[in-house]
């Protein structure tokens, strides 16, 4: 069965310190995994798209990176807009928007 | 470009009703996806439509349907409202949902079942 696991569940960072979040998955055939960021009362902006085991990613103080069985979502000096409920999403097999979604990880960063 | 919209907001049903809500996508796009999220269980993938067509379906009762409109809006609709179907109910779309495509979520419909 498809699933996705994300650690730690919640996250609490004083502004500048660095840390990551974690994102394993067990699916067959992996198409593409997806990271999000989703604040309070609205739904889930994306983030990134990652295809195959080594790729990498940034967008600001954001990295996402990805094995054959987890990703991680790395935060470099967070800043209190960091915080938020990130989720991890993996489509498996064919042409769908059906994405299978971790419980997601919920950052907050203090300043 | 105008983002996803979803209408309403927020709805109060009682037990036993049923409801429907309403999805825009963005323009062009042709499919849309449904999702519940809930504390318990996060988001799960309701169905997808593609072209009018259901796509995919997940686990969920017969009681949720939806259906998608030749202008690529979509409605979902839930009968015999129970009070587990409580949740925030959000609506995606993309241009064709092929493969690594990103989806785009609209801000949801929060229903609350009394």
């Known amino acids: 069965e498809d699933q996705v696991t994300q650690s730690p569940e919640a996250l609490r960072l004083q502004e500048g310190e660095s840390s990551s979040l974690n994102c394993s998955y067990t699916?067959?055939?992996?198409?593409?995994l997806f990271w999000y960021r989703q604040d309070p009362g609205k739904g889930p902006e994306f983030l990134f798209t990652?295809?195959?085991a080594g790729e990498e990613k940034e967008k600001e103080r954001l990295k996402a990176t990805l094995t054959k069985k987890e990703s991680f979502l790395h935060i470099t000096a967070p800043k209190p807009e960091d915080s938020a409920t990130y989720l991890c999403a993996v489509q498996a097999g064919g042409n769908t928007g059906k994405l299978i979604f971790g419980q997601g990880t919920t950052l907050q960063v203090k300043p | 470009k105008a983002g996803v919209t979803q209408t309403p907001r927020y709805l109060i049903k009682t037990r036993g009703q049923q409801v429907t809500l309403s999805c825009s996508p963005i323009?062009?796009?042709?499919?849309v996806s449904w999702y519940q999220q809930t504390p318990g269980q996060g988001l799960q993938f309701l169905f997808e439509y593609f072209s009018e067509t259901q796509r995919n379906k997940g686990n969920f009762p017969g009681r949720f349907s939806g259906r998608q409109f030749s202008n690529s809006r979509s409605e979902m609709n839930v009968s015999t409202l129970e009070l587990g179907d409580s949740a925030l109910y959000l609506c995606?779309?993309?241009?064709?949902?092929?493969?690594?495509?990103?989806?785009?979520f609209g801000s949801g419909t929060q229903l609350s079942v009394l």
């Open positions: 990652l295809y195959s």
């Open positions: 323009s062009g796009h042709r499919s």
């Open positions: 699916v067959s055939g992996l198409r593409g």
């Open positions: 995606a779309s993309s241009y064709s949902a092929a493969t690594n495509e990103k989806l785009f």
